[in-house]
């Protein structure tokens, strides 16, 4: 990724993949919080920080928000901070390791284990052995290749020590091979969960082991687990991970963070979930008032996050304006309509994006969001639209229009309204009045 002067390297530079830990310092906008959560000194993220540094027993968060408002970018940047005060943390993308259409919770215990187990080898533990006993007796069964067999293998290629980096390099071959069989392969994927289910507690022990000897190298820091993308799953899988096995994920001895779907905070089940987590919500950034009256202070801070990544003379008069108008503070479909409007200005030989580009850029976007609800849901959006932001009683609906981004919810005071292309559509059908463009 690099700062983008030509309109050729603008769809590098808003690539939709969040900022990983050595772009903050070139790419990193500092400072939006207050535009959040209307409160300079209120940021979830510094609440999970904070938490982070000084467990208690609530050590386990979930962290909400839309998708595209920035989660991921603000947990790297706090794993940068956290790495900073000599902390590990370890990042599990569970959409690269698991599929997202069939997961459960057991799943999420092997990868944790998996993770812990990379911080200790990282940071130098010498694991006691009858910890190293109880992983491979744990998986010895249903595992084709024992723990001891793969270590003896990396230990006589490498010259690894048993002590050393071959009973890590061991472990982590089985690990490797138990993801892949989680992500592709039916039957054995049955077996681990099925070990994972009937001995968690167990399980939970070991991991217990293994996070107390890494905070003991790390002088009493503990190690820190992150489980990105569960924001994605489907409302009835969410509930299916998390609603009844809240008190086991909940229950480890060191911080876990997930993330989770926004629109399950308005499910009834979601007080329960709160007796077990501590759950944190990054809102979007708001462009627009309760009143549809522009936001500008919102408006220009996403102006800068664009000006971090590109030079804005790449954009015509009053163009990037209209793009952060029109995708209501949720900054992936922002960079979508960037890089849609820069590709048509580079095919046309142009060096900066146009208001046609723009335009055709949002009429596409908006198709997209357009396609997501039916006629029968219109009257639910337009009294939103019409000023019933704050208390809404349909939450079965509230939830189905958030997980399909056609309703976008900002904070200070919590309260939704509808993505401004959805409105733009409503105007187009004389649902609406306001002026066409």
Request: aromatic share 10%; glycine share 6%; with cysteine.
């Amino acid at each position: 990724m690099k700062y983008a002067d030509h309109i050729s390297e603008i769809i590098n530079a808003f690539s939709p993949a969040p900022l990983q830990i050595d772009q903050m310092a070139e790419f990193y906008c500092e400072d939006t919080m207050e535009y959040r959560t209307s409160d300079r000194y209120d940021s979830p993220i510094e609440d999970i920080y904070d938490i982070c540094r000084n467990p208690g027993e609530d050590r386990a968060c979930l962290l909400l928000g839309h998708r595209g408002c920035g989660k991921s970018t603000e947990l790297n940047r706090m794993t940068e901070r956290l790495a900073g005060d000599g902390y590990y943390v370890r990042t599990v993308k569970c959409g690269v390791d698991l599929d997202l259409f069939n997961i459960v919770y057991s799943d999420l215990f092997i990868l944790m284990g998996e993770a812990l187990l990379e911080i200790a080898e990282e940071a130098g533990c010498k694991l006691e052995d009858r910890v190293i006993e109880s992983i491979e007796n744990f998986w010895r069964e249903g595992t084709e290749t024992t723990i001891s067999q793969e270590t003896e293998t990396e230990s006589t290629e490498t010259g690894a020590s048993l002590e050393t980096k071959g009973i890590f390099a061991g472990i982590l071959n089985v690990f490797a091979r138990i993801k892949t069989d989680l992500k592709f392969n039916e039957e054995i994927r049955k077996e681990y969960r099925r070990k994972i289910s009937v001995r968690s507690s167990e399980w939970i022990g070991i991991l217990g082991d293994v996070a107390e000897e890494i905070t003991r190298k790390t002088n009493g820091k503990s190690p820190i687990i992150i489980f990105e993308d569960l924001d994605k799953l489907n409302p009835e899988d969410a509930w299916k991970v998390f609603y009844h096995y809240a008190a086991v994920l909940s229950g480890m001895r060191f911080p876990v963070i997930y993330t989770f779907p926004i629109g399950l905070s308005y499910d009834v089940r979601f007080s329960a979930m709160e007796s077990y987590f501590i759950t944190k919500t990054l809102p979007m950034i708001k462009i627009a008032k309760m009143d549809d009256r522009p936001f500008e202070e919102g408006i220009h801070i996403i102006n800068q996050i664009v000006q971090k990544r590109a030079s804005l003379n790449l954009f015509e008069e009053n163009v990037l304006e209209k793009l952060i108008r029109y995708t209501g503070g949720s900054l992936r479909d922002l960079f979508h309509g960037i890089n849609s409007s820069a590709k048509r200005a580079e095919r046309r030989g142009s060096e900066t994006v146009s208001m046609e580009d723009a335009e055709r850029a949002l009429e596409e976007l908006k198709t997209s969001l357009t396609r997501r609800i039916e006629k029968k849901d219109y009257d639910f959006l337009l009294n939103i639209y019409n000023g019933n932001k704050e208390l809404i009683e349909d939450k079965e609906m509230l939830l189905k229009m958030l997980q399909a981004s056609v309703v976008l919810e900002y904070n200070g005071k919590r309260w939704h309204n509808v993505h401004p292309l959805v409105v733009k559509f409503f105007i187009e059908q004389g649902l609406i009045q306001g002026v066409r463009e």
